[in-house]
């Protein structure tokens, strides 16, 4: 059975950090590249991080460049959203998902991903 959980979410202050984990189990990880989403109440699910399967190419939306870093560890089968300095407009359920289109060319769509985590709130306070 396909498994992907999300964690690390929780409440931080503005300009505050932290780390998101992926664990991902029941497919061949290594094939798959793997994706961060977000959803914010009322919002749409947005993009925001993409890693392909082998590490060689990797993807941020606009908005989280040179703040988010996104992270492979395929012995372990894990992916890590690192978020620094962050903004209250970064609040959203943080979703970790899989696609078997195994490299990252562009910011990751919802539609090309196959397997996906519960998902994991992140809350910044003002």
């Known amino acids: 059975q396909v498994q992907i959980v999300e964690s690390g979410g929780g409440l931080v202050q503005p300009g505050g950090s932290l780390r998101l984990t992926c664990a991902a189990s029941g497919f061949h990880f290594r094939h798959y590249a793997m994706g961060w989403f977000r959803q914010a109440p009322g919002k749409e699910r947005e993009g925001v991080a993409c890693?392909?399967?082998?590490?060689?190419?990797?993807t941020y939306t606009d908005s989280v460049k040179g703040r988010f870093t996104i992270s492979r560890d395929n012995a372990r089968n894990t992916v890590a959203l690192q978020m620094n300095s962050l903004k209250p407009e970064d609040a959203a359920v943080y979703y970790c998902?899989?696609?078997?289109?195994?490299?990252?060319?562009?910011?990751?769509?919802?539609?090309?991903?196959?397997?996906w985590g519960q998902g994991t709130q992140v809350t910044v306070s003002s």
């Open positions: 998902a899989a696609t078997s289109f195994n490299k990252c060319d562009d910011v990751p769509y919802a539609v090309e991903y196959e397997y």
């Open positions: 890693v392909s399967s082998s590490d060689g190419s990797i």
